[in-house]
């Protein structure tokens, strides 16, 4: 398996193959102290303020034409492309309240923290919520038992799960390669009650309250004066294009990362840069791949330096990359289209334990026989 590669859908192999035992992974000896060492000297974990303003301020601007936008329009169908510009500027917060989650914006922990939690709020999600799934992920990406992100929900990520869907979930899961995305549609709804549940949930919640707050208000700044300004026909297709473009591009940014890539089994031992790099995917592209994925294209990256900031992930690439060739460690990276296609790929093919198995009926007469 070569050190920086493009693996294609016909290249995986069955479902089974991709699970990674606790011998099939060698372990690297102080590959990331290594690496990390040299990213150091390199000042690539220094913050980038400077940066991160530019980005706020171009939101900012952006959120002000379209309500301008929304205000001069009034009572019109073109409104639609305000709510899917909004879709749009949405989820490019969302990067932001990630990258503030993992303190790449500002120079404190807790000033980061703070800004992420305004930043999750002004979007309508819980920050508490997702803080506590995506930590469990980078923790341990793709591990049985332990990945969040791999855990039954709608769409099954494992072939037992798949196998033992039942009623609508087994009828999705027959063909959820192909429904992935349009059942994406869904995942803004999805966000946002899932951050209400949690912050309702019983138990301790960090900052319940001043979350539950921000979204309270969040939804009156945002709701009232949509069905205040449209007809409700209007307003009702205006939210619905807002959450369905959202959603489908948050997961179209996140889904390519993981999914058909090597699933770790539960008492497999990996060191921290093989079980990092061996399960992420990054996506090809310039400039433009790191504007459109808020610096998620380089997902390698991102696992080893959590806290790298989005400009620097580029030339830590470069660093990582030539480390797994001079060591033979695949370094997987492909093209936006083809990241999807392995996607929609992998999962079709663990939908396929969820399809009732075919009898032949000559060789079920021989075992009568």
């Keep these: 398996m070569s050190s920086s590669q493009t693996v294609r859908p016909s290249t995986l192999g069955p479902v089974r193959q991709t699970y990674a ?20 000297e390199m000042g690539l974990f220094r913050r980038a303020r400077g940066f991160y303003a530019l980005v706020g301020a171009a939101l900012a601007l ?19 492309l305000i709510a899917a510009c909004l879709g749009v500027i949405f989820t490019q ?48 990406p793709n591990r049985v038992g332990k990945d969040p992100d791999i855990a039954v929900d709608t769409i099954s990520f494992l072939e037992e799960d798949a196998a033992r869907a039942r009623g609508l979930r087994r009828l999705i899961t027959r063909q959820q390669g192909w429904l992935f995305f349009p059942l994406l549609l869904l995942e803004g709804v999805n966000l946002h009650v899932q951050s209400v549940i949690a912050l309702c949930a019983r138990g301790p919640v960090k900052r319940r309250w001043v979350e539950l707050a921000l979204l309270a208000v969040r939804f009156a700044v ?3 004066p949509l069905f205040f300004v449209l007809p409700f026909g209007m307003a009702a297709a205006f939210l619905g294009v807002q959450l369905a473009v959202f959603g489908v591009y948050m997961g179209a940014s996140f889904a390519p990362n993981h999914k058909g890539m090597p699933v770790i089994a539960p008492d497999a ?37 959590p806290s790298m900031a989005r400009p620097y992930l580029g030339k830590a690439r470069e660093v990582v990359r030539d480390f797994c060739r001079s ?16 996607v929609v790929a992998y999962l079709n093919r663990v939908g396929l334990a969820a399809r009732d198995p075919f009898v032949c009926p000559a060789a079920a007469g021989l075992g009568r026989a």
């Design 21 to 40: 035992g606790a011998d099939d992974f060698p372990p690297i000896a102080k590959a990331y102290v290594q690496v990390s060492g040299v990213v150091r």
């Design 62 to 80: 952006a959120l002000g034409a379209a309500i301008a936008c929304f205000v001069l329009l009034g009572e019109s169908w073109f409104q639609l």
């Design 93 to 140: 917060v969302a990067f932001l309240a990630h990258e503030a989650a993992h303190r790449q914006i500002l120079a404190s922990g807790p000033a980061n923290d703070r800004l992420g939690v305004v930043l999750a709020g002004a979007i309508g999600m819980s920050m508490a919520w997702w803080d506590r799934k995506h930590s469990r992920h980078h923790a341990n």
């Design 222 to 224: 945002f709701l009232v």
């Design 269 to 305: 031992r990996l060191d921290f840069f093989s079980k990092q790099v061996r399960t992420s995917r990054n996506i090809r592209g310039g400039w433009w791949a790191t504007a459109l994925y808020g610096g998620l294209n380089h997902q390698i990256e991102h696992h080893l330096f």
């Design 327 to 342: 060591h033979d460690v695949p370094y997987v990276e492909a093209s936006m289209g083809e990241s999807y296609a392995q």
